[in-house]
């Protein structure tokens, strides 16, 4: 080591050693001092320097370490105070207690407050001191449930809701939570007890609330549902479910209109839309649903809109069953527009549609319709003499076969009382009807069975077409008119309506008018036509017929009168007058245009017609024996004519008049014989003596083999039954001829002779050869006396 | 077993340590030297070519260091030759060198599978210290190894400064190298101790934010702040003062012993703290201080702990790494914890070693090896 260096050395000493050397080794300096020693006296400066440092850094690494646990300590303090703040200035009061005794060990200032206590005696609780003996048991499981738990945090928790009892006595109602914690370093349970008196009290209410809206909803008669805004059924109350016969599952989550057919559930469905939308608030609407046995009953559906706090609405569905009163409107709607007796349909539908095809016809230019208007014949006859169950049974069965005559569009109605009309539509032309009309016809004309009787009515049938018409109105009118001239025409016929036809009724309605005075302004007289043996032109008979001479409109054919005087009952009174002239007439004559035989009798009659009508009145027969009474004839002279149709029809009720009659010892002849009905038993209970064979068939005698064949068939027909044939009608020699050929007995006609009156009779019967020769020569040309 | 230790003098040749027994037969040559010196060239070659011509079938591991151990001295500015022959044994030397951004594990699995298992005792790796993960480099090579071998070393260092390390097998050393020699024999006697000699002290802190082994904050307060508040005056000498409060990772908060980490380098700018090892994010760690004492006191500990492991037996070579932070603390006492391990170890035995960046030690609870730092770790050998 150099001098310099040890120099340096020296001056670098610690102070501590440099002092102690100085003490220990006086005068010593870098120089004095050998180099081994220098060399240690420097090694052992720098252990000085060495400790000074340590010491040092152990200073500083105290002052640090303690500041740094000073620090930490006070934050810790904070920390902790906070913390206790958390405690105790908690809102909710919080309760420390040992979960095993429930030993309260900590309580907070709210605690305090709440329960009353002062501190020092709440901490001397247990928790369960807190709640009422009833409610204490719960505690305990709430308490033990977390006590034993393992330390997982979400099982160290329980939560009870449960009633404390405070200072006072007051009771209210609090959601415990128990919670583990360790505190003071062991385990105990942290309760947190929130006042929930109000909360508790205030469910309560709504709870009563909904308890009683939900009574109203299972009770209300009413069927109520609850859907989603589209629709789909959410709940449904029990009048829901039974109306519709679902149970509650099997209705929710359904579509409402899944319920319905799909044509009634479409437009409900769109409405429901709109509904949702908000474009209104409430709908209804009657349509069917169909119940879970198939069955369809008929709702009244109102469905309205809740809006709902937050969420999107609901929409809520009341539905009545209302299938009783749709039957009933069903019913007053066919009441208003069905006839009730035959189920067609009545006037004011008739009259209706009738409008609908005449607007149609104007719109799509005038296609053809047509209107008939049928009235039956004779149908009073059925109705009086059978009563009116049998007239209401004849009503229905004329309904149906009028309404089986018609085509499928056509419309039939009865209008009332024996009046059917029907609606022809698209017809092609006037024949078309009229072969329908007669289709009509011949349906009704058939017998129709009215219980143990067969009665046969006839119709008239009036037809208007819808061009002569401008109104419904107008139309039914003019096929009325057109009916009643066919009733004027001799009935059982169709007549079309011709403009001029209203005049003609008219006329025909004044006819009847002026025929009631006619009798007492002695307007009638009688005409006679002879009727005569046929293949010796001897005359027989008379027959009596009726004219009247107006004194404006001169003389009216009785084909005109007669039916109307038959409707209007006039008949009797006219008949009566007849029956007395007649026979008052004949018996004039007796005394001189015929001999009489030895026993003072004669062979010839006189023939009165006699209507329905006639022999439906009670002083018939009374009428007919003061006729033949006062003109003193003998009964077996007058032949009483009735037309095979009104015999068939009134034979069943008039059987004791007609048995009277027979009695009086009149005789009957068959008007019209062959083109009605009559039944072979009537020619043998009924005093008929005489079938006057019906014009038609003379007519067709000369040409038509058919009719030649049944003029034989019922000449043999009366010569078996011992009856006098007459042929009606007899108006060409051949005609003549031939009925001779056919056998028949008797004729009468325009070929010999026309009806006239009594002073031409006379002469005419008086002209003729052979006229008044009686058999007194043999009685084989007397004809036998039925 | 036997050893040879010779040192590089001015003449620029290798003298014989006057208590050494030459051989010829050496396998294995131990260079260790401060990096300058190992930095020239020339001089290294000249040195190799020496060794070569005394142990022409040595392979030579070079390795830098803050301090060469030759015996109970520290021998700075110098290279200081060890060379050891197993007489019934051989080894195994090999080297890989570490990419730039490479998995240190990766490198160190690489190094180690390029030593054959069979018989494989001891392993000892010396490693470059500043490019390197230490820890990782340990994980990958113990991962690699068979569990019954020792596994010891050290990371390179350089002297006081923190610019290069250097290391290298047959060849002049460099940066990035690792290398690996593996000792093979039945009759080998492998025996280690590792002793700090530092004391936690103060409160447990935790790591709250740091990436890899640079520390940023303590608790939420950044690191370097707290080290500066406890180096008082001594803050002035940073970053190399804070060699004297090492941290200590503890694996869990109740733990007595951890790893110990020291301080490579600071950041004022970021107010961080690098250190020779990996230092996790959430790790629990306590400061921790010493005195010179007790540090000689850790390296006496540490070589009883070794020649109790020994049986016996007596050591041949004792290869000491201890660590710079030591020495700078210990300063010119430095040479009392040698003198003290050497009396520890029954004054027996050639000490060679370093003075390193970070020791590779097996960490006495796992018995693994992990890095250490601050420590003194002791690795005898012997053949029975």
Wanted: charge should be negative; charged fraction near 25%.
């Amino acid at each position: 080591m150099s001098e310099s260096r040890s120099a340096t050395a020296f001056d670098a000493l610690h102070p501590v050693l440099a002092r102690q050397l100085r003490r220990h080794l006086r005068g010593a300096n870098a120089t004095s001092v050998p180099p081994d020693l220098l060399r240690l006296i420097t090694a052992v400066s720098e252990s000085y320097h060495d400790a000074d440092d340590e010491r040092r850094l152990m200073a500083s690494t105290i002052e640090a370490t303690s500041a740094e646990l000073v620090d930490r300590h006070e934050r810790l303090e904070i920390s902790e105070r906070g913390y206790r703040e958390l405690f105790e200035s908690n809102p909710w009061p919080l309760l420390v207690c040992d979960p095993a005794t429930l030993q309260l060990i900590a309580v907070n200032a709210t605690a305090v407050e709440r329960y009353g206590y002062d501190r020092d005696t709440l901490c001397a609780l247990r928790l369960d001191e807190l709640s009422p003996d009833a409610d204490a048991a719960a505690l305990y499981a709430c308490v033990s449930a977390v006590a034993g738990a393992s330390n997982h945090p979400s099982a160290a928790r329980n939560t009870l809701r449960t009633r404390h009892r405070a200072a006072g006595g007051c009771v209210i109602d609090v959601d415990l939570t128990a919670q583990q914690i360790a505190y003071d370093g062991r385990r105990a349970c942290l309760v947190a007890a929130v006042d929930v008196t109000d909360q508790v009290a205030a469910y309560r209410a709504v709870r009563a609330g909904e308890t009683r809206l939900r009574s109203i909803f299972d009770h209300a008669a009413l069927g109520i549902c609850e859907m989603d805004v589209d629709g789909v059924i959410l709940e449904t109350n029990p009048a829901f479910q039974r109306l519709l016969g679902y149970s509650a599952d099997e209705l929710q989550g359904r579509a409402l209109t899944s319920l319905s057919p799909s044509d009634d559930a479409s437009v409900t469905y769109s409405s429901m839309r709109e509904l949702a939308a908000g474009r209104h608030d409430t709908f209804s609407v009657e349509q069917r649903f169909t119940r879970q046995n198939s069955a369809s009953i008929w709702g009244s559906l109102t469905v309205s809109r809740m809006d709902l706090d937050g969420g999107s609405p609901r929409l809520l569905a009341l539905l009545q069953d209302v299938t009783e009163q749709k039957e009933l409107e069903a019913q007053l709607t066919r009441q208003a527009f069905q006839d009730s007796l035959t189920g067609l349909a009545n006037r004011a539908l008739f009259r209706d549609r009738v409008a609908h095809a005449l607007a149609r016809a104007a719109r799509s230019g005038g296609q053809r319709l047509a209107v008939l208007f049928v009235d039956l014949d004779s149908f009073k006859t059925v109705n009086d003499g059978l009563g009116h169950a049998a007239g209401d049974r004849l009503l229905v069965t004329v309904g149906n076969r009028l309404a089986g005559s018609m085509r499928a569009g056509d419309t039939v109605a009865r209008l009332g009382g024996d009046e059917f009309a029907v609606l022809l539509e698209e017809v092609v032309d006037e024949s078309e009807v009229l072969d329908i009309a007669e289709r009509a016809l011949a349906a009704i004309r058939s017998p129709i069975q009215v219980g143990p009787s067969e009665v046969f009515v006839g119709a008239s049938i009036g037809i208007a077409f819808g061009c002569n018409a401008t109104s419904a109105d107008d139309l039914l009118r003019n096929s009325d008119v057109a009916m009643y001239a066919a009733k004027g025409d001799g009935k059982g016929r169709c007549v079309v309506f011709e403009p001029g036809m209203h005049e003609r009724v008219v006329e025909r309605q004044q006819l009847e008018a002026d025929l009631r005075p006619a009798l007492e302004r002695g307007e009638f007289r009688i005409v006679y036509q002879p009727i005569l043996e046929l293949s010796t032109s001897r005359p027989r008979g008379v027959e009596a017929l009726l004219r009247w001479c107006h004194p404006q409109r001169g003389f009216i054919p009785p084909a005109r009168f007669i039916g109307a005087a038959e409707e209007t009952g006039l008949i009797v009174p006219i008949g009566r007058w007849v029956l007395e002239q007649a026979c008052l007439q004949v018996a004039e004559w007796r005394g001189r245009l015929w001999d009489l035989d030895e026993n003072g009798e004669t062979d010839f009659t006189i023939s009165v017609n006699l209507s329905g009508r006639q022999l439906r009145d009670d002083d018939l027969v009374d009428d007919v024996r003061n006729a033949i009474t006062r003109a003193q004839l003998p009964p077996s002279m007058l032949v009483l004519e009735i037309t095979e149709s009104v015999l068939v029809n009134e034979v069943e009720m008039q059987t004791g008049r007609l048995e009277m009659l027979r009695a009086l010892g009149v005789r009957l002849a068959i008007d019209d014989f062959g083109t009605g009905y009559s039944s072979l038993s009537y020619l043998q209970r009924f005093p008929v003596a005489v079938l006057k064979i019906d014009k038609s068939f003379t007519d067709g005698i000369g040409r038509n083999s058919h009719d030649v064949a049944i003029v034989r068939t019922i000449v043999a027909l009366a010569g078996t039954l011992h009856l006098s044939a007459v042929a009606e009608g007899v108006e060409a020699a051949d005609q003549h001829e031939a009925l001779v050929e056919a056998g028949c007995e008797l004729g009468q006609g325009f070929h010999f002779a026309r009806p006239v009156e009594p002073a031409e009779l006379e002469r005419i019967l008086e002209s003729w050869p052979n006229a008044w020769t009686t058999t007194r020569v043999g009685a084989v040309s007397a004809p036998p006396v039925p | 077993m036997q050893v040879t230790q010779l040192l590089w003098d001015a003449t620029r040749a290798w003298r014989p340590a006057p208590n050494n027994a030459d051989s010829t037969d050496a396998q294995l040559v131990l260079l260790f030297g401060d990096r300058p010196t190992l930095s020239d060239h020339a001089l290294v070659i000249d040195a190799l070519a020496a060794l070569w011509r005394r142990y022409p079938c040595a392979a030579i591991v070079c390795c830098s260091g803050g301090g060469q151990i030759s015996g109970v001295d520290i021998m700075d500015d110098t290279l200081v030759a060890t060379a050891i022959q197993l007489d019934h044994g051989t080894v195994i030397a090999a080297a890989t060198t570490h990419a730039p951004k490479e998995n240190s594990a990766d490198a160190g699995a690489r190094l180690a599978a390029e030593l054959p298992t069979d018989g494989l005792r001891y392993v000892m790796v010396l490693s470059d210290g500043l490019c390197v993960n230490g820890s990782a480099l340990v994980r990958g090579m113990t991962a690699a190894l068979p569990d019954s071998v020792t596994l010891s070393g050290g990371l390179a260092a350089d002297s006081g400064e923190f610019a290069a390390t250097l290391v290298g097998l047959n060849e002049v050393p460099v940066s990035g190298r690792i290398a690996a020699i593996g000792f093979y024999g039945e009759r080998l006697v492998v025996a280690h101790g590792s002793l700090g000699g530092w004391e936690m002290f103060g409160p447990d802190r935790l790591v709250t934010r740091s990436v890899g082994n640079v520390v940023h904050e303590l608790d939420g307060q950044p690191a370097l702040a707290l080290y500066k508040r406890y180096l008082g005056s001594f803050a002035d000498g940073l970053p190399a003062s804070a060699l004297l409060f090492p941290l200590c990772l503890k694996a869990h908060e109740g733990a007595e012993t951890g790893l110990v980490r020291t301080v490579l380098g600071v950041s004022e700018i970021e107010n961080s703290m690098t250190f020779a090892g990996d230092v996790p994010e959430g790790t629990c760690v306590r400061l921790m201080r010493t005195s010179r004492e007790e540090l000689v006191a850790g390296a006496e500990g540490a070589s009883a702990v070794a020649r109790r492991e020994l049986g016996g037996v007596e050591p041949s070579l004792v290869l000491l790494v201890s660590c710079i932070g030591r020495r700078l603390v210990l300063k010119h006492r430095v040479d009392e914890e040698l003198e003290s391990a050497f009396d520890a170890m029954g004054s027996v035995g050639v000490f060679a070693g370093f003075y390193s960046f970070g020791e590779i030690a097996p960490s006495e609870p796992e018995g693994f090896s992990a890095l250490h730092n601050q420590t003194m770790t002791i690795t005898a050998l012997a053949e029975r």
